[in-house]
């Protein structure tokens, strides 16, 4: 079966620096594209940043342009997100999730457009 299994999150100081990884198994990882979202407590959940099957197309969240950065790397069957400059409403639990079928990209699409889901790490940045 299909698991994506997050990491990497911690308590950081507002200004710092994180890389979240999100390793997946039981599907051909390079044919899937990856979406990274976060759900801070009593808010919805939002999408971050999704990246295409290829890497060739990524896209970001206008709140985060310019400070968070996804990639891929398909040798390692793992997605990162590089997070730079936090700020504390960047304080959430961050999750990766991916399509029901290989070869989709719909970056526009809310969470009920992704099949699997992390179980997700959790992100604090502190003022």
């Known amino acids: 079966q299909v698991q994506l299994v997050e990491s990497g999150g911690s308590q950081v100081q507002a200004g710092g620096s994180l890389r979240l990884s999100c390793a997946a198994s039981?599907?051909?990882?390079?044919?899937?594209?990856m979406s990274w979202f976060r759900q801070a407590p009593g808010k919805e959940k939002e999408f971050v940043a999704g990246?295409?099957?290829?890497?060739?197309?990524?896209n970001v969240a206008s709140s985060v342009q310019g400070r968070f950065i996804i990639s891929r790397d398909n040798a390692k069957n793992t997605v990162y997100l590089q997070m730079n400059g936090l700020r504390p409403e960047d304080t959430a639990v961050y999750y990766c999730?991916?399509?029901?079928?290989?070869?989709?990209?719909?970056?526009?699409?809310?969470?009920?457009?992704?099949?699997?889901w992390g179980q997700g790490t959790q992100v604090t940045v502190s003022s």
């Open positions: 039981g599907l051909a990882f390079s044919m899937y594209s």
């Open positions: 999730a991916t399509y029901e079928a290989r070869g989709m990209y719909y970056p526009s699409a809310g969470p009920g457009a992704y099949k699997y």
């Open positions: 990246i295409s099957w290829t890497g060739g197309n990524t």
